[in-house]
């Protein structure tokens, strides 16, 4: 079974005189061990996505779904009270930008040791209890790469590098060790060496904890080189979502494809300094959205069905919604009027 | 080929002081040469504290290297005093988003280095203000937007803009793509080779994007703590990396860009 299951997520922003549909139903699921990614530009609703299942919301924002379940639990039914168990013991959060997700007047140390829950504390007097968190907060630090501790454990967050602070947010999110680690642009503006050891860390976890992932990102390199399944987002529509193998080998989506051309280095015979592939505009901005097929005004293939949202369909585990899906020609026109 | 910049072993140390009683720090930069010729692309690459930006700060003139010089060779010479240099050396920032002024429209934001830096009236500056906004793909209405109207890659085209406006022979751009999203930043890139086609520009290029880097530039200098540590052509470095720590860009990239593949 799932352990996080979302289907049909919407969700609306109220600006005073209009409501935007900023989500429009969404659907995902995370399995035990599975580590998933979740791509999208900025704009396109990764983190309203990854504030709903932790349930920051504003009160201007109101979401609905057909279902947001953890471990078939509802998220949504759930009593505040519970839902704040799940959230500190079971689903842990890596925000963007660790500098500034840090508290800035507090110490790393007290941070970290903050971050543990006391049912991990067995010791009986409260000078062995917190110098057993001491030791629970330095062997964490360990376990995330960090080897001299003494550096890090006394300095506040703006003495620390960016990729540092980035493995000090990760330890902190293991340290209630959670079923589920949201790492919302974790590798983001990083350079590669530094890249490849978050992520080897982040394979390494799910390898030997059977953590599972929701790894969102922009950055296609890190996600391909380590994901199992990925979800194609665009405007907060899901466009294409599956085995990050068959994606890869043939996306349906035009948004997918554009986004896979994008990066430079995955094309083996790109002359230098030759132009790259790029869809033509920018994303629209949530006042702004275009009926049915968000990509519409930008696709290469739109056609007049593109008004209508398309319906999404599975081939073999992989699901796509659109109205004209590359490499399939041959889509019967009868079953798509079935949907129109 | 023609040589348009030569910077001669430029030296630079940065101070600074945790707090008022305890040690100072110090960064030494350089000495560091090299030389960019026209319609050339240079890529500094290196790991984070390097000294990449420090480079690029030197080349505009927002820091005085203490040795060395760094020359602007030009046909008509003029002299190599601060108020060419602007004109010759134009800087996108790595922020491009937030270095606009969201008080002023775009028209001023645009209009202000040619007040300052060039003799034309009134209506030629409009004229050359609209000419380079269509020159980087926006509309010449966009002369009454502010920032807040445009989208992420509109201000980036802006950024651009602002750099353009003094027909500069070199442009110095410290991480341009990083705050963009791929589908924007591939259209960046494209706009940035054509410009660089058409116009014949120097490119400085700061980035530790090793796809991008790989992509759009001649050579490569890899710079760590402060020092020039490889350079060459863009393809040799990355074929054939000496230096450990290009080594260890090089490879982690590589890396994984083979994963992605061993995935297909």
Known sequence: MALLDIKNLSLYIDTGNESIKALDKVSLTLDEGEIRALVGESGSGKSLIVRSIIGALPSNWSIKADRINYKGQSLLGMSRSKRREVMRREIAVVFQEPTSALDPSVNIKEQIKESIPPELIDKKWFWQRSKQREQLAISLLHKVGIKNHQRYLDSYPHEIPTDVSQKIMIAMALASEPKILIADDSTRGMESTTKTQILRLLTKLNKTKKLAILFVSHDLLAITSMSHTMTVLYCGQTVESGKVKSLLKRPLHPYTKALLDSAPSFQVSLAPKSPLVALEGTIPTLQHLPTGCRLGPRCPNAKKDCVIAPVPRNIQEHYYSCHFPLHLPNVKKADREVHL | MKPILDVKSIEYTYVSRRGFFS?????????????????????????????????????????????????????????????????????????????????????????????????????????????????????????????????????QRVALARALILDPKIIVADEPFAALDPSVRSQTVNLILKLQKE??????????????????????????????????????????????????????????????????
């Open chain 2, 23 to 155: 040690p100072e720090q110090k960064f030494h930069l350089g000495p560091i040469s090299f030389h960019l010729n026209a319609g050339e692309t240079i890529a500094i690459v290196g790991n984070n504290g390097s000294g990449k930006s420090l480079i690029a700060k030197a080349l505009v003139g927002a820091i005085k290297p203490e040795k060395g010089e760094i020359v602007i060779l030009d046909d008509d010479d003029i002299g190599q005093n601060s108020k060419f240099r602007t004109r010759a050396v134009r800087m996108i920032l790595q922020h491009s988003v937030n270095s606009l002024n969201p008080a002023l429209s775009i028209g001023s934001i645009l209009n202000k280095p040619l007040q300052i830096n060039s003799d034309l009236g009134v209506d030629q500056r409009r004229e050359k203000i609209e000419r380079t906004l269509v020159q980087v793909g926006l509309l010449r209405e966009h002369y009454h937007f502010y920032r807040h109207m445009l989208s992420d890659g509109q201000q």
């Open chain 2, 199 to 264: 116009l014949g520009l120097g490119f400085v290029f700061i980035s530790h994007n090793i796809g991008i880097v790989r992509h759009i530039s001649d050579r490569v200098l890899v710079v760590d703590r402060g020092k020039v540590i490889e350079e060459g052509s863009t393809q040799e470095v990355f074929a054939n990396p000496q230096q450990a720590v290009t080594q260890k860009l090089v490879y982690s990239h590589f890396n994984l860009v083979e994963k992605h593949f061993s995935q297909m």
